[in-house]
């Protein structure tokens, strides 16, 4: 009864959350994680010794988790919804932006890389 009572208080809280998950502090992402993706506290607990806040939790990663000691299916969950937070391609709301990581690698994949010109005394066979 007592795990009842307190998963309704995280989520009657949930409306308290900032919008912008990028600047959740370490326990406003707790928060989230117990009472939106639905991990126990005792795991959500593993997020705060990390010190994982709003930025940190764009960053994260399943192999991280599981080395923080978090099991595989809040493992999976958490990924999942953190994933969601993102709108899965274009930034939704509660984030107003991607996280620098994730700005890098779209940069990153813009890029487009050319051959080199041929040499100016090479010599250009004809192609058939």
Do not use: C
Not at 15 to 32: R, Y
Not at 48 to 76: C, H, K, N, S, W
Not at 109 to 117: F, G, K, N, W
Request: hydrophobic share 40%.
């Amino acid at each position: 009864m007592a795990a009842v009572r307190e998963r309704f208080e995280w989520s009657s809280n949930m409306a308290a959350l900032p919008p912008n998950a990028m600047g959740w502090s370490v326990e406003q992402v707790k928060q989230w994680a117990v009472a939106e993706v639905g991990i126990k506290p005792e795991h959500a607990d593993k997020l705060v010794q990390q010190e994982i806040d709003g930025e940190a939790l764009f960053e994260m990663t399943e192999a991280r988790l599981l080395g923080y000691g978090v099991p595989g299916g809040p493992d999976i969950k958490l990924m999942k919804k953190i994933e969601g937070l993102g709108g899965g391609g274009g930034w939704s709301s509660v984030a107003a932006e991607p996280p620098p990581s994730k700005r890098r690698r779209a940069q990153e994949a813009a890029v487009v890389v050319l051959p080199d010109p041929p040499a100016p005394n090479a010599a250009v066979l004809p192609t058939q």
